[in-house]
Nanobody
Framework: QVHLVESGGGLVQAGGSLRLSCAAS????????MGWFRQTPGKEREFVAA????????EYADFVRGRFTISRDNIGTTVYLQMNSLKPEDTAVYYC??????????????????WGKGTLVTVSS
C-alpha cells in the first residue's frame, strides 16, 4: 500500500502563495496516478489536480486552472501543488491521493487506493 504524507499548509493572505508537498512511500509509483483534493466542513471532498506518474499527463479543476500547478520530482517520490493567487475560498484541508487508475475530475473519491491525512490551508482576506 502507498503511504502518503502531506506538508506545506499554513496561513497566508489573499493573493499569496503556498507549495504543498506529498511524500509517497511503500510501493513503486511508475504506474500510479497522484492527485490533490480539498475539503471544507460540511462539503464533499473535491478534485483539485492530478498527474499520472508514468506519462506526466495533468488535469486541473476549472477553479484552479492558471493559479495552481501540480508537478512531480524525477525520483518518483514526491508530488507538489504550487498554489498562487490564493483566495479565501481556497481555504480547506488539502489531501493527497494515489490510485492505480488515472485520477480525473470524474474519479470517485471513495475509490482512491490511498489517502494522506491532509494539510490545512487557510487564506485570510
Amino acid at each position: 500500500q502507498v503511504h502518503l504524507v502531506e506538508s506545506g499548509g499554513g496561513l497566508v493572505q489573499a493573493g499569496g502563495s503556498l507549495r504543498l508537498s506529498c511524500a509517497a512511500s511503500g510501493r513503486t509509483f511508475s504506474s500510479y496516478s497522484m492527485g490533490w483534493f480539498r475539503q471544507t466542513p460540511g462539503k464533499e471532498r473535491e478534485f483539485v489536480a492530478a498527474i499520472k506518474w508514468s506519462d506526466g499527463i495533468i488535469e486541473y479543476a476549472d477553479f484552479v486552472r492558471g493559479r495552481f500547478t501540480i508537478s512531480r520530482d524525477n525520483i518518483g517520490t514526491t508530488v507538489y501543488l504550487q498554489m498562487n493567487s490564493l483566495k479565501p475560498e481556497d481555504t480547506a484541508v488539502y489531501y493527497c491521493a494515489a490510485d492505480r487508475n488515472r485520477i480525473t475530475r470524474l474519479s470517485p473519491v471513495s475509490g482512491m487506493d490511498s489517502w494522506g491525512k491532509g494539510t490545512l490551508v487557510t487564506v485570510s482576506s
